[in-house]
């Protein structure tokens, strides 16, 4: 098993404080026309200087088509990838997805996870995504053992994402019982518990220390949802993260009956109880909020809470379309989005959905400016995700950099403009990826994991024949 020293060693293996110069053929700067002939000069794998309207300089890489800061994927579970395309069969709804992705969660140890890990977070650098925040639940064993490293499970999600060279923020997740009421979790979620808060933070405790000297990981903290986190085991992780400064995350108001079970229990809706309890504040971020009461996004403005849409999953589950314009017209908090149980990864969807969704709600067009789209792909992400550094083509940021094809079947015509990317591109047309100033990515090829279709169909096969034999030997 790699140790997490080994994450840190293979994440290094990149390059060593690079520094150098890119020629962009076109660049999106964070906001207005698109800029041409940007060139960028990096130290120590920061942008050190950027200059537009130059001529390519002789021997200086060139990124053709439209170049992008680096995209953050705020809300992913790496292992719902094995699900994609074997959960379509029927109809069934969220609460059946949902037991058959509990029992592939619990196929999966050290080892395999980090093999499934690797594959899906290529995947991700191969889409243009330069951070991932990994909503991490997976904890113990299938029985709800502790492996001899507490933290094993988030020790192959480091390694993971150094092989694939994207940054992580494992927002560790306190996962403690089966419905708002507080019933036990039952056995398909027994691996996902450490029994109480307390005992949440004293095993995430040394996890983040091992980490305390990263520049590629951050460990984040979150709670499940007021379905899986008791209202009295609450502030031992917001305490945490406040104590550490690190990013909270948690899903709220995901579908109609949690909120109808909040209320029925609590009097409040998930967001009340979320404000009650002191969790909701800049650095947090509620995932999904799709059904909020004016209340709500009155509560969640006034406390410059976070939020993040992932409508590919939302609408793969049918559970209903944000109020994004409300959201989006808040004078605080970040608007973020992610591929969340990855149907699909592609971050140009995820931000394009935003406005069609709101266009069939809405029944009008143009609702968002193709600028501000690209910004919850971008910056408000990697805010989102503890990265305040990054998700800017500018001096003193993190060079990271995704090149789009502007003249593929998809986006040819289109221009070098914002809107070419939001509403015509896809996954597809990335070409080159640099994250800290390190190519990752080079002409849709990732420069270290080979083989990624193949690695990502003998991954999910894998679940799913550990998955046949259990339920074989239940039979």
């Known amino acids: 098993m790699t140790s997490p020293s080994n994450a840190l060693h293979q994440r290094a293996l990149w390059a060593d404080d690079p520094e150098g110069q890119w020629w962009c053929e076109h660049a999106w700067l964070g906001g207005g026309p698109v800029a041409h002939g940007v060139l960028l000069t990096v130290a120590e794998g920061r942008f050190s200087r950027v200059v537009s309207g130059v001529e390519r300089p002789a021997a200086v890489p060139a990124l053709r088509g439209l170049v992008l800061p680096g995209l953050a994927n705020a809300h992913s579970h790496a292992f719902h990838r094995a699900l994609r395309s074997r959960t379509q069969h029927d109809r069934g709804s969220f609460w059946t997805w949902r037991d058959l992705m509990y029992q592939a969660a619990n196929t999966l140890d050290p080892d395999t996870y980090r093999d499934l890990a690797t594959a899906v977070f290529t995947e991700m650098a191969l889409a243009g995504v330069t951070s991932v925040g990994e909503f991490h639940y997976l904890h113990h064993d299938a029985r709800g053992v502790p492996y001899d490293d507490p933290n094993a499970m988030g020790h192959a999600l480091a390694d993971a994402a150094a092989a694939a060279g994207v940054r992580l ?201 193709a600028d501000r789209l690209l910004r919850a792909a971008t910056s408000d992400g990697q805010h989102a995700l503890g990265w305040s550094d990054a998700g800017l083509i500018g001096p003193g940021h993190r060079a990271d950099l995704v090149a789009v094809d502007l003249e593929s079947v998809r986006t040819a015509g289109g221009g070098p403009r914002a809107e070419t990317a939001v509403f015509a591109a896809t996954a597809a047309d990335v070409t080159d990826v640099v994250v800290d100033g390190r190519t990752v990515v080079r002409d849709r090829r990732h420069l270290r994991v080979t083989d990624v279709s193949r690695r990502l169909a003998e991954a999910a096969d894998l679940v799913f024949a550990v998955h046949g034999r259990r339920e074989g030997a239940v039979r």
Do not use: K, N
Request: aromatic share 4%; net charge negative.
């Open 169 to 369: 923020t494992l927002l560790d997740t306190c996962y403690l019982s089966s419905s708002v009421d507080g019933s036990p979790l039952s056995d398909l979620q027994r691996r996902f518990g450490d029994g109480s808060g307390e005992r949440w933070a004293e095993r995430v405790d040394p996890l983040r220390h091992e980490f305390s000297g990263s520049d590629t990981v951050i460990v984040g903290a979150a709670l499940h949802s007021v379905r899986g986190v008791p209202l009295q085991h609450m502030p031992p992780v917001v305490e945490w993260a406040e104590a550490h400064r690190a990013p909270l995350h948690v899903h709220s108001s995901e579908q109609t009956a949690e909120v109808e079970q909040c209320l029925a229990v609590h009097g409040r809706t998930p967001t009340g109880l979320l404000h009650d309890a002191g969790v909701l504040g800049p650095r947090t971020t509620a995932v999904h909020a799709t059904h909020l009461t004016e209340s709500d996004l009155a509560v969640l403005d006034s406390t410059a809470t976070g939020v993040c849409f992932c409508p590919t999953t939302e609408r793969d589950l049918g559970d209903g379309i944000g109020p994004a314009s409300a959201l989006l017209a808040r004078s605080a908090g970040l608007f973020s989005v992610g591929s969340d149980s990855h149907a699909v990864i592609d971050l140009f969807e995820e931000a394009r959905a935003v406005e069609l969704h709101e266009r069939l709600r809405r029944r009008e067009r143009g609702i968002f400016p």
